[in-house]
């Protein structure tokens, strides 16, 4: 069986030859629920000791809770439109917070400890980071009736830090 991989530090997925991490262990959240999508968050332990060739500065974490009501944006390689195809250049949009009343009606079964957004996912963008000021506050958790016109939903990551800090002492 292949080994699953990850791509830091590019903009352009046809030239990932040094950018390429092999994943040696994962961590799944312990309260994931897959049938409602609650805490739908992992950390991923990358592998190799090697120069990591990254030039990117990495996203930091929020440090604490905290209402989001800036404008964020998305980045991914997923497809464009629904039906349609993914790309090899990284997509970045601005997106808006969409107050979870609003988003609760729109998507039904919301699950806890999300964050809404108005547009910026679609097939293949899942597992991106949600970026507000600097900090990545979601992780891509689903989009509306799986097409990709909104609103999305991302897992808040200061609902997890607690979670995440224990993972990374270990």
């Known amino acids: 069986m292949e080994k699953a991989m990850v791509v830091l530090g590019t903009h352009d ?11 040696d262990k994962i961590f799944k959240h312990p309260s994931y629920k897959s049938d ?5 968050i992992m950390l991923l332990k990358l592998g190799g000791k090697d120069n990591w060739h990254f030039k990117g500065q990495p996203i930091q974490l929020p440090t604490s809770e905290k ?3 800036d404008k964020c944006s998305v980045a991914g390689w997923g497809f464009t439109e629904s039906n349609k195809h993914t790309v090899n250049d990284l997509r970045v949009v601005d997106v808006c917070i969409i107050n979870q009343d609003v988003c609760k009606k729109e998507s039904s079964g919301l699950p806890a400890n999300v964050i809404c957004a108005d547009k910026g996912l679609c097939k293949g963008d899942l597992g991106g980071p949600l970026v507000c000021n600097g900090t990545a506050v979601g992780v891509a958790s689903f989009y509306k009736n799986e097409v990709c016109d909104g609103p999305n ?3 808040d990551i200061s609902k997890s830090l607690t979670w995440i800090n224990k993972v990374l002492k270990k």
């Open 13 to 23: 997925l046809s030239r990932v030859e040094k950018t390429v991490k092999y994943i």
């Open 67 to 69: 209402i989001i009501n």
């Open 36 to 40: 409602t999508r609650e805490n739908n």
């Open 153 to 155: 939903v991302y897992t």
